[in-house]
């Protein structure tokens, strides 16, 4: 079975420093999907950026890109520049290429950026 | 944001009630998925569909209870709310194996008394 395990449940930032959020997960299977998703304070889920095991390149969304090591199946979150509004849970997920369509979800890691 | 809503918002209701929880999208997905978090805590998938007439239990017992007629639709019930029923439910819909990116409603607080 497939596990994701976020090791830091709270961090916090200055505002405009960069901050990486830890995320390894757990799994037999060779072609599968990684996510980062950000949970706002009373606000919906939202995706912030999705890497394909396959790709061997680091994806990247503006402030925000991922340091993916498969073979170590680690998968953190660098944010760079922090700004307020990114203060929010972020959860890592996983899911297989095939079969059931299921995410895994870490626990999530709350992330406070300071003024 | 994406187009999947999710009423009410928040509910209020006392022990032996039957409820329904609403969830809704406009985007034509075939997959769509109820999962229970517990604030700030992780999210535990309780059940999904992957199309029409079709659904199945999540990775978390639940009491709870879905049907998928339609493909915008995905009411989740509880045929007798208790106090252990307190949590954030929230409704996920994705397209296709292809775009496998899960949009999100803005979820239900439910509290039961």
């Known amino acids: 079975a497939q596990t994701v395990t976020q090791s830091q449940p709270e961090m916090s930032v200055q505002e405009a420093e960069t901050v990486t959020l830890s995320c390894t997960y757990d799994?037999?299977?060779?072609?599968?999907?990684l996510f980062w998703y950000k949970q706002p304070p009373s606000r919906q889920m939202i995706l912030v950026i999705r890497?394909?095991?396959?790709?061997?390149q680091n994806a990247t969304e503006n402030r925000f890109s991922v340091n993916f090591q498969k073979a170590a199946k680690s998968f953190s979150l660098k944010i760079s520049d922090s700004q307020l509004g990114d203060t929010a849970m972020y959860f890592c997920?996983?899911?297989?290429?095939?079969?059931?369509?299921?995410?895994?979800f870490g626990t999530g890691t709350r992330l406070k950026v300071l003024a | 944001e994406a187009d999947i809503y999710q009423t009410p918002r928040y509910l209020v209701i006392g022990t032996g009630k039957k409820i329904t929880l609403e969830c809704s999208q406009t985007?034509?997905?075939?997959?769509m998925y109820w999962y229970q978090q517990d604030p700030g805590m992780e999210l535990h998938l309780i059940h999904y569909?992957?199309?029409?007439?079709?659904?199945e239990k999540g990775d978390l017992s639940s009491e709870s209870t879905v049907s998928r007629i339609r493909t915008e639709h995905f009411p989740l019930t509880l045929e007798s709310a208790r106090p252990s029923h307190t949590s954030q439910y929230l409704c996920?819909?994705?397209?296709?194996?292809?775009?496998?990116?899960?949009?999100f409603g803005p979820g239900t607080r439910l509290l039961v008394l």
């Open positions: 996920a819909s994705s397209e296709s194996p292809g775009l496998p990116t899960q949009y």
């Open positions: 799994t037999s299977e060779n072609n599968y999907y």
């Open positions: 890497q394909e095991a396959y790709k061997q």
């Open positions: 997920a996983f899911m297989r290429f095939s079969g059931t369509y299921k995410y895994i």
């Open positions: 985007m034509g997905h075939d997959k």
């Open positions: 569909s992957y199309g029409v007439n079709s659904t």
